[in-house]
């Protein structure tokens, strides 16, 4: 498998503060996602990032925002936390032109 | 618009006994069929997938799927449970759009395995 690690695992937050999830592998691949999985829900795809640039997003606002690193090491970053944003964050590694992606064990956000 | 129906929120089966999880998908091409399986407090660990080619795929422990284009279907199937089994089972439609390629997954179906 590819060994992708997200840090933290877990973090509590209040409404309208800012957060910043973390993603990593050293496997090379150079492809992220990440998803938002709410409780009792399959995973949502929020973007996808290739070449330290975002080259995809599904149906979230722009507060949600990424990096990817030359490293490929990838930061899911959400503005103005809102209740419903509490959710597994999973982020997802493949290579370009692949199509199976491998996921981290994820971020598991609450928000007060 | 692209969508996966897991129909079946949770299911029970004693240990030994054989499983079928169904799933259904809406694509108007062939698409990239996957399941992943996730335990408690856990990511998701790919146990299959279908590109194309033979439509009765193997995966690991113990799982396959069949491809049913004429159904639209991708039931996910192992003959014999076993308690380590119980997780929460999800399918999902690969796509391609734009260079870029996303998962768009069901609801998901929760195994309980009765000792």
């Known amino acids: 498998e590819t060994g992708v690690t997200q840090s933290p695992t877990h973090l509590i937050k209040t409404r309208g503060q800012q957060v910043t999830l973390r993603c990593s592998s050293q496997s090379g691949h150079n492809t992220v996602s990440w998803y938002q999985q709410a409780l009792g829900q399959g995973p949502q795809f929020i973007f996808q990032y290739y070449r330290e640039e975002e080259n995809g997003r599904g149906n979230f606002p722009p507060r949600f925002s990424g990096l990817q690193f030359p490293n490929y090491s990838s930061e899911l970053n959400v503005n103005a936390l809102e209740l419903d944003d509490s959710a597994l964050y999973l982020c997802?590694?493949?290579?370009?032109?692949?199509?199976?992606?491998?996921f981290g064990p994820g971020t598991r956000l609450l928000v007060l | 618009a692209q969508s996966v129906t897991q129909p079946d929120i949770h299911i029970t089966v004693s240990e030994g006994a054989s499983l079928e999880l169904r799933c259904n998908y809406s694509?108007?091409?062939?698409?990239?069929l996957f399941w992943y399986v996730q335990s408690p407090g856990q990511g998701l660990q790919l146990l299959l997938k279908?590109?194309?080619?033979?439509?009765l795929v193997q995966g690991i422990k113990g799982f396959e799927a069949e491809f049913k284009r004429s159904q639209s279907s991708f039931n996910l199937r192992k003959p014999s449970v076993h308690w380590s089994d119980a997780a929460e089972y999800f399918c999902?439609?690969?796509?391609?759009?734009?260079?870029?390629?996303?998962?768009?997954f069901g609801a998901g179906t929760r195994l309980a395995v009765h000792p």
């Open positions: 694509y108007g091409a062939t698409p990239y």
């Open positions: 997802a590694l493949t290579r370009r032109g692949q199509e199976t992606q491998y």
């Open positions: 279908y590109f194309s080619g033979d439509t």
């Open positions: 999902a439609v690969g796509l391609f759009s734009g260079g870029y390629n996303k998962l768009i």
